[in-house]
């Protein structure tokens, strides 16, 4: 019979799944800052790819001080993520629009890490990880301090900026020919 995993196994395996993610996102948040058309959208994403580095390196002062090599385990649900990522900044939307999405994007991904780092915490206060433990708590605070950033930037402005471009949209659709087919959608003539 196999010997069980223990909890130490499974946090290893969360470690190494966080640092394979945060090395994917310093890959995508330029990508994603050079999307933007918001100036501070822009700055927001520069910003947390600096922080997002930092995460690997205390990542790896994690393991180090556990003792382990430090390695990356691949993480798929962040690169679906990014993926869900890429195909929105394939889309042809205005730029307020996109901006909008780009949001929808990177709170995702803070999301995403904001479950996986308040697992890592708790998992290293329960095995009195406690240096493990201030450093994952540190990263954990600075994901959620990106998230209400990115939160803030919707609600001050993109989110009805976007708003306000659809409107123009759809008064300038309705403008158009009502009997031409491609202004008609779910029914309704725009």
Not at 74 to 94: A, Q, R, T
Not at 112 to 139: I, N, P
């Amino acid at each position: 019979m196999a010997e069980s995993g223990t909890l130490h196994d499974a946090f290893l395996n969360e470690l190494r799944d966080a640092y394979d993610a945060e090395k994917q996102l310093t890959k995508a948040l330029p990508k994603m800052a050079k999307a933007a058309t918001s100036a501070v959208l822009r700055e927001a994403f520069e910003s947390h790819l600096e922080e997002t580095r930092g995460h690997v390196d205390r990542l790896e002062q994690v393991m180090q001080g556990l003792g382990e090599k430090v390695r990356g385990k691949h993480c798929d649900g962040i690169e679906g993520i990014i993926e869900e990522g890429k195909s929105v900044m394939e889309e042809d939307f205005d730029e307020t629009t996109m901006d909008a999405c780009l949001i929808a994007a990177g709170q995702r991904a803070e999301h995403y890490e904001m479950a996986a780092y308040g697992t890592l915490v708790a998992w290293a206060k329960a095995m009195q990880h406690t240096d493990a433990a201030e450093l994952l708590q540190e990263t954990l605070n600075e994901e959620k301090a990106a998230d209400e950033k990115l939160t803030s930037l919707a609600e001050g402005g993109i989110n009805q900026n976007a708003a306000g471009s659809e409107e123009g949209s759809d008064k300038e659709r309705a403008k158009g020919d009502s009997k031409d087919p491609s202004h008609v959608r779910a029914g309704h003539t725009k």
